[in-house]
Every structure is written in structure tokens, then in C-alpha cells.
Nanobody
């Protein structure tokens, strides 16, 4: 079983940047596709970005393309999400998730391990 812990959330003004980190423990995530999801109050959880086990393939939801970058370091067992040009609509709890397969997925139901989440608040 893999445990995931997110960090790096906080309060930032619109136009600012944050870097979220996800640290995995318990087992290596080197053979797992990983994803960052977010959930705003009253809304469903949505995929923000995903990355294949190798890091060679990534996926971004349209609203964050060109602003967010997902990356991974399999040697350190970490996955990061660099968020630039933040907007108030990016405000949400952000979750790191592991899919116990190598290929990308965008459906939350396909991810088997989840972190506890980190709050990101963007003020206007």
C-alpha cells in the first residue's frame, strides 16, 4: 500500500505561483501513473494533471494548460505540480493520487491511492 502526502498549498494572490509536492511512502510509485485532482466546494472532483509512470506522457485539463506543469522524480518517489498565473477559480483542495497501472487516466475512479489534500486559495 502506498501512502501519499501533499504539501505546498496556501493563500496566494491572483497571478501568483505555488508548487505542490506529493511524497509517496510505503512502496515505489515508479510503475504507477500519477495524477493531481482538485475539488472546489459544491463541485465534483476533477483531474487537473496526470503523468505516466515514465514521465514521458502528460495530460492537463484545458483550464490549466500553459499555466500548470506536472513532473515526477521516481528516484525520490515524488510528484510535483507547478502552478503559475493562478486565478481565483483555481481555488480548491488539491489531491495527489496514484493509479496502480502505468498508463494515464483521467477518471478519479481509476486511481487507487489518495492523499489527504492540500488547500489552495487564490485571492482576487
Amino acid at each position: 500500500q502506498v501512502q501519499l502526502v501533499e504539501s505546498g498549498g496556501g493563500l496566494v494572490q491572483a497571478g501568483g505561483s505555488l508548487r505542490l509536492s506529493c511524497a509517496a511512502s510505503g512502496r515505489s510509485i515508479g510503475s504507477y501513473a500519477m495524477g493531481w485532482f482538485r475539488q472546489a466546494p459544491g463541485k465534483e472532483r476533477e483531474i487537473v494533471a496526470g503523468i505516466s509512470f515514465s514521465g514521458l506522457t502528460t495530460h492537463y485539463t484545458d483550464s490549466v494548460k500553459g499555466r500548470f506543469t506536472i513532473s515526477r522524480d521516481n528516484a525520490k518517489n515524488t510528484v510535483d505540480l507547478q502552478m503559475n498565473s493562478l486565478k481565483p477559480e483555481d481555488t480548491a483542495v488539491y489531491y495527489c493520487a496514484a493509479r496502480h497501472q502505468r498508463s494515464l487516466a483521467t477518471n478519479a475512479a481509476e486511481f487507487g491511492s489518495w492523499g489527504q489534500g492540500t488547500q489552495v486559495t487564490v485571492s482576487s
